[in-house]
T-cell receptor, first 108, second 116 residues
C-alpha cells in the first residue's frame, strides 16, 4: 500500500538554525515525490519535486530509496518559512497520497 | 492569471441535506482532482478527471459522493444526504497535463463544509 508518514506534527526552530522536516514513504515501485507548502491564509502550493533536483527558497530534498525517505532541509531557517509542509507521493496512477503535514514555526 | 477557484468558500448543511461544490480549474488544464481534508490531516484523494473522463474515483468514500466534469472544464462534487463525518475542507486542483515528471497540481482555496 502507498503511504506517506511525517512523524512530526510540529517543528519549532530558531531563525538561522538548520531545519529538517522528515518524510518517509511506503511504495514498492519508483514514486514521484513532492513537497507542498501552505503559508498562513494561502492555498496549498508546490514547493519542490524530486525529479527536478532543484532548490527552492533555499530548501532541498533528496530521495533516499534505501531508507524510503524524502526529507526536506534548509541550512538557515527564516521567519517567512513558517508554514504547514506536506510531503506527497504519486505512484504509477493518478492518485497523489499526502502525509498529515508538519507545521514549521521559526522563532525570531 | 486567474488560479483555481472554488465556490462556495463555506457551506453549512444540516445532516441529510444534499450539497454541491463547484470548481473552476485554470483554463486549458486537462487534469482535475478533488481532495477531502479533515481537520489536522493532509488532503485525501477523492477522484481524478482527465478532460471530461473520470479516470479514477477510487477515493470517493461512499455512493453518496458523486463528481462530474461534463464539458471538461468546470467540475462539481455532489454529496447526497450529508453526514457529520463529511465535515471537511474540499480541495480542487488542476494540472495542465499528466505526464510523469510534470505532476504539479495547482490548488484552489477549498470549500469548508460543516454538517450540523
Amino acid at each position: 500500500a502507498q503511504r506517506v508518514t511525517q512523524p512530526e506534527k510540529l517543528l519549532s526552530v530558531f531563525k538561522g538554525a538548520p531545519v529538517e522536516l522528515k518524510c518517509n514513504y511506503s511504495y514498492s515501485g519508483s514514486p514521484e515525490l513532492f513537497w507542498y507548502v501552505q503559508y498562513s491564509r494561502q492555498r496549498l502550493q508546490l514547493l519542490l519535486r524530486h525529479i527536478s533536483r532543484e532548490s527552492i527558497k533555499g530548501f532541498t530534498a533528496d530521495l533516499n530509496k534505501g531508507e524510503t525517505s524524502f526529507h526536506l532541509k534548509k541550512p538557515f531557517a527564516q521567519e517567512e518559512d513558517s508554514a504547514m509542509y506536506y510531503c506527497a507521493l504519486r505512484g504509477g496512477g493518478f492518485k497523489t497520497i499526502f502525509g498529515a503535514g508538519t507545521r514549521l514555526f521559526v522563532k525570531a | 492569471g486567474a488560479g483555481v477557484s472554488q465556490s462556495p468558500r463555506y457551506k453549512v448543511a444540516k445532516r441529510g441535506q444534499d450539497v454541491a461544490l463547484r470548481c473552476d480549474p485554470i483554463s486549458g488544464h486537462v487534469s482535475l482532482f478533488w481532495y477531502q481534508q479533515a481537520l489536522g490531516q493532509g488532503p485525501e484523494f477523492l477522484t481524478y478527471f482527465q478532460n471530461e473522463a473520470q479516470l479514477d474515483k477510487s477515493g470517493l468514500p461512499s455512493d453518496r459522493f458523486f463528481a462530474e466534469r461534463p464539458e471538461g472544464s468546470v467540475s462539481t462534487l455532489k454529496i447526497q444526504r450529508t453526514q457529520q463525518e463529511d465535515s471537511a475542507v474540499y480541495l480542487c486542483a488542476s494540472s495542465p497535463r499528466w505526464d510523469r515528471g510534470l505532476g504539479e497540481q495547482y490548488f484552489g482555496p477549498g470549500t469548508r463544509l460543516t454538517v450540523t
